[in-house]
Structure formats: C-alpha cells, structure tokens
Nanobody, 126 residues
Framework: QVQLVESGGGSVQSGGSLRLSCAAF????????MGWFRQTPGKEREGVAA???????GYADSVKGRFTISQDNAKNTLYLQMNSLKPEDTAMYYC????????????????????WGQGTQVTVSS
C-alpha cells in the first residue's frame, strides 16, 4: 500500500525559510510525477510545484522564484525548499504522487494525482 508521509512544517516569520520533505513507502515502481499542494480552510486545494521522473518541474506563479522542488530517488523522498515566505503561504501542505505518464505534471493540478499524504502545517506570521 502506497504511503506518503510529509514532515518539516512549522511556524516561521515572514521572510523566513522552511524545507518540507515527503517520504514514499510501499510503492512497487517509481512514480511518474510527484507534487506539492496546499489548502486553507474554506478554499480549494491548489498546486504549488511538481516534478516528473525526468526532473522537469512546474510551479504556481505565486511561488516562482521562492520555492524549489526536488527529489532524491535514492532516498525515495520529495522536497520543497521554501524561501522568502509570506503570510499568504500559510496553509496545510500536501504531498501527492501519480504513476500515469503524460505532459500533465508541470500543470500541478490536484485532479491528476491519485496518492496523497496527510499534510503538514506551515504558518507564516507577519
């Protein structure tokens, strides 16, 4: 059974940095695409960043230049380095993965992903 476990969330002041990690367990072959999403109460889940098996990435406009997605295939771990954090980045952050191949990964759409973690909270204070 596939399991995605996020860690690294916490509270930070505006302008600070955090690094999220997502460890994958129980999969039989490599995911084609993995991504980070976030959600605040009362709002829809939105895409933050995604990376495919070839290392191609996609980012939401709101995080370009501030966030960097990466993966360590040897450790089966996905990362999200978040710099210059803003109060509007406050949200529950989720890791997600998909086996399906195609050109969708850089679009970072929640509907394209079938496996989800439980989330890790990020709070940015002004």
């Amino acid at each position: 059974q596939v399991q995605l476990v996020e860690s690294g969330g916490g509270s930070v002041q505006s302008g600070g940095s955090l690094r999220l990690s997502c460890a994958a367990f129980g999969y039989t072959y490599s995911f084609y695409c993995m991504g980070w999403f976030r959600q605040t109460p009362g709002k829809e889940r939105e895409g933050v960043a995604a990376i495919d098996v070839d290392g191609s990435t996609g980012y939401a406009d709101s995080v370009k230049g501030r966030f960097t997605i990466s993966q360590d295939n040897a450790k089966n771990t996905l990362y999200l380095q978040m710099n210059s954090l803003k109060p509007e980045d406050t949200a529950m952050y989720y890791c997600a993965a998909s086996y399906y191949k195609g050109g969708y990964c850089s679009l970072v759409r929640p509907s394209d992903f079938g496996y989800w973690g439980q989330g890790t909270q990020v709070t940015v204070s002004s």
